[in-house]
């Protein structure tokens, strides 16, 4: 039998030295979308891996976000890994956290995750770290920095804080902003058991 277990893994390098609030105006539920290749023009598809900015005519590197500024926030950001879910992002706002969902090359799960792993019994791992970091761990793939989801995430941030200042999201980037705050980010996904 299948099913969807929900891991959150919480990066708490340092505790938060202000909490973060909220002074909106017009208190309300935002939702927030924007294409990753118009936000970073470094942004690059992928195809040998199945990632691209378009699918059918349609825009498919679309990145989501949401915030509910009615509701005490916690002052933490969560990135979804998988595809976007309103209900998931609408409960995670209930709970007073902002959300985002990038697109980043994760294309490889199609390719790679199917078949058996080569003997390197960390073969899926080193390509889901290059996934996420942008950095060189696997051979079989190559994905840049501006391609990964720490990067992706990094520009959607700055980009809705300029967007939404009501949801004061550069509360998540570095006092330089040349980085995201990874002690306010919990990065969350599905992954799919048998049992």
Same mark, same amino acid.
């Given at each position: 039998?299948?099913?969807?277990l929900f891991l959150i893994f919480a990066l708490?390098?340092?505790?938060?030295?202000?909490?973060? &609030?909220?002074?909106? +105006?017009?208190?309300?539920?935002? =939702?927030? %979308?924007? /294409?990753?290749?118009?936000?970073?023009?470094?942004?690059?598809?992928?195809?040998?891996?199945?990632?691209?900015?378009?699918?059918?005519?349609?825009?498919?590197?679309?990145?989501?976000?949401?915030?509910?500024?009615?509701?005490?926030?916690?002052?933490?950001?969560?990135?979804?890994?998988?595809?976007?879910?309103?209900?998931?992002?609408?409960?995670?706002?209930?709970?007073?956290?902002?959300?985002?969902?990038?697109?980043?090359?994760n294309g490889w799960f199609g390719k790679f995750? &199917?078949?058996?792993? +080569?003997?390197?019994?960390?073969? =899926?791992? %080193?390509? /889901?770290?290059?996934?996420?970091t942008g950095e060189d761990f696997s051979d079989?793939?190559?994905?840049?920095?501006?391609?990964?989801?720490?990067?992706?995430?990094?520009?959607?941030?700055?980009?809705?804080?300029?967007?939404?200042?009501?949801?004061?999201?550069?509360?998540?980037?570095?006092?330089?902003?040349?980085?995201?705050?990874?002690?306010?980010?919990?990065?969350?996904?599905?992954?799919?058991?048998?049992?």
């Amino acid at each position: 039998m299948k099913k969807l277990l929900f891991l959150i893994f919480a990066l708490s390098l340092h505790a938060a030295d202000e909490p973060l &609030k909220l002074s909106d +105006p017009q208190p309300q539920r935002y =939702l927030l %979308k924007a /294409r990753a290749s118009q936000i970073d023009p470094r942004a690059k598809a992928h195809p040998e891996i199945e990632f691209v900015f378009e699918k059918k005519g349609k825009p498919a590197d679309e990145e989501n976000a949401s915030v509910d500024t009615r509701i005490q926030p916690q002052g933490k950001l969560v990135i979804w890994l998988m595809g976007h879910s309103g209900g998931l992002f609408e409960m995670l706002n209930s709970y007073g956290l902002h959300a985002i969902q990038v697109h980043y090359a994760n294309g490889w799960f199609g390719k790679f995750g &199917k078949e058996p792993a +080569p003997d390197d019994d960390k073969f =899926l791992g %080193k390509i /889901r770290l290059e996934a996420a970091t942008g950095e060189d761990f696997s051979d079989v793939v190559s994905i840049p920095k501006p391609d990964g989801m720490m990067e992706r995430a990094f520009q959607f941030v700055k980009w809705l804080a300029k967007e939404n200042p009501q949801g004061k999201w550069e509360y998540f980037l570095s006092a330089d902003h040349a980085s995201l705050r990874w002690d306010r980010v919990i990065v969350s996904g599905a992954l799919r058991c048998h049992g």
